[in-house]
């Protein structure tokens, strides 16, 4: 008796149930058509911000954020309504009391996560780089593909994605090289010492003049820039536009090849690194007096030490072995 009136007893439980959700059902059917049309709803509002924005450079982002933050209202509100046909007891009120309990507690479980929306934000806002600037920041250099609220995300030059949190580049140094029209390129040639320096630099700015992308205004130039172990270093400088990755790439190989094929023609030495190594001569009568034994040319004293006698030592040679024979013998 008691085994059939539990059954009975939790089988009255499910026809509860069973009926609550039927009756139910048209409510939760009707929420979910509301919410949906609050979701789309709110990425029409967004779209519609950045579209208003889109043509104003420096309003750009912050349609962005704009209309990020529209949608999550938007969003926010039709959870409400929707709960509310749900649950008609329930009221916006009891949502904000229990997330007013709780905010402490997320705040810490969230700090990281409201850490970045609000770098992200600023960074919106203040606008250091934007959509499709390159930037490099710590190891990685790439072409900024979008800026969320929560991290921004780099195409690099060899076709990878990184995703950098907002905090990080808020933070830290990032060079954006596409932050202006131009931008200046440099490279190193090394000459010889016996080549004529000015005339070299005058090489030199000729094959820049040529290549084609090498701005005249401002003028490219050729500084000294060092005096090496075995040349002389002529820093070639030139403006290039636009300051893109491809484009320095490009504007670097025709230079290059430029003022190598210009120097060569016209005798300048482009030479590779020597080095002189001095062997100390064993044969120098004054071996064993380090006073006057010489490493390399001697100091202050222009006479060369000379050599020892082949003949004498082949003389002093002899007379050691005979006397080692000599005295083996006795």
């Known amino acids: 008796m008691d085994l059939q009136a539990s059954a009975s007893a939790a089988w009255t439980k499910i026809q509860g149930m069973i009926s609550g959700t039927i009756t139910m059902l048209p409510n939760v059917i009707l929420a979910l058509i509301v919410f949906t049309l609050f979701f789309f709803a709110a990425r029409t509002i967004r779209t519609l911000v950045r579209r208003l924005t889109r043509r104003h450079r420096q309003a750009r982002n912050l349609g962005l954020v704009l209309g990020r933050l529209a949608q999550g209202v938007v969003i926010l ?21 229990l997330l007013g309990i709780s905010g402490v507690a997320i705040g810490f479980a969230f700090r990281d996560i409201l850490q970045n929306f609000l770098a992200g934000i600023l960074i919106l806002l203040t606008e250091p780089f934007q959509i499709e600037d390159q930037i490099v920041f710590k190891d990685f250099e790439g072409t900024v593909e979008n800026i969320q609220t929560r991290a921004t995300i780099i195409r690099t030059y060899d076709g990878r994605r990184i995703v950098i949190p907002n905090a ?4 830290n140094s990032v060079t954006v090289n596409t932050a202006f029209e131009k931008r200046r390129n440099e490279y190193d040639v090394g000459i010889g010492y016996g080549d004529d320096i000015d005339r070299a630099k005058q090489l030199i700015l000729e094959a820049l003049y040529s290549v084609d992308g090498v701005l005249h205004d401002p003028a490219p130039d050729a500084l000294v820039m060092e005096l090496a172990e075995s040349t002389v270093n002529i820093r070639a400088r030139w403006w290039i536009k636009p300051p893109r990755r491809a484009d320095t790439l490009d504007s670097r190989d025709q230079v290059l090849i430029a003022i190598k094929n210009k120097l060569v023609a016209n005798g300048i030495d482009l030479p590779f690194p020597t080095q002189q190594i001095l062997f100390h001569d064993q044969t120098e009568e004054t071996d064993g007096d380090r006073a006057r034994q010489r490493e390399g040319w001697p100091a202050g004293n222009n006479e060369v030490p000379k050599p020892r006698s082949i003949g004498g ?16 013998g006795t």
């Open 313 to 328: 030592s082949l003389r002093k040679l002899a007379e050691m072995r005979s006397q080692r024979d000599g005295n083996g």
């Open 168 to 171: 990080e580049l808020f933070t």
């Open 77 to 97: 509100v039709g959870l409400f309504v929707a709960l509310s046909i749900v649950i008609p007891s329930f009221k916006a009120g009891d949502l904000v009391q």
